[in-house]
Every structure is written in C-alpha cells, then in structure tokens.
C-alpha cells in the first residue's frame, strides 16, 4: 500500500473529528447557551462535515480495503467520523496498524 492512502486517510480523519468538535460546540452554543450567533455557525459547520464526512468515507473505505480488514472493523472506522473525538483516536490505533503495511517508494535509476 502506498504511503498516500493511509496520508489522506489521516487527513481526513482530523479535518472530520475537528468539525465534528466544533458542530458539537455550536449545537451547545445554540441550544443550551441560547448564544445568537449560534445558528448560522452551526449551519455553516454543519454542512462542512456533512460534505468531508462523505470525502472521509471514500478514504477511509479506501484504506480499509487495501489493508484487507474485516466488514466489523471497517464499519467501526467508518462510523468513527459521528462520534465527537472518535475520530482521534481511531485514527491513531488505524494509523499504527497500518503503517507496517506501507511500502516504500523504489527509487527511479537515472
């Protein structure tokens, strides 16, 4: 597997898990708090990880099925980006799983 799937992979994994924070505090910000400005944060955070939520899911499918993992746990990674911080720490235990799995680039003779 190349390095550049578990790379993006990885990417994707924080960009979802920060928003996913961030929708969390603007819910609370909206509905608990009762803060104005709330609303349109939310929205907008909230169409943001609906989109790379999908982008996620597309590399993270991806991963799983270079790395040959079962349907369990790659149902478990890819329900990871609708947890809150889940997708912190799925990605760290993925990343150390798989990176033995990467293979180096040949290097081009001139």
Request: glycine share 10%.
């Amino acid at each position: 597997m190349k390095q550049s799937v578990l790379t993006r992979y990885r990417a994707m994994a924080y960009v979802t898990g920060v928003l996913l924070v961030l929708l969390t505090l603007g819910v609370i910000a909206k509905y608990v708090l009762g803060i104005s400005g709330a609303a349109g944060f939310t929205t907008a955070v909230g169409i943001a990880h609906g989109w790379l939520y999908v982008v996620y899911l597309v590399f993270a499918f991806d991963l799983g099925t270079k790395a040959k993992w079962p349907m369990g746990k790659l149902v478990w990674v890819l329900l990871a980006g609708t947890v809150p911080t889940a997708a912190f720490f799925v990605e760290r235990k993925v990343s150390r799983e798989v990176a033995p799995l990467v293979v180096a680039p040949e290097p081009v003779s001139a």
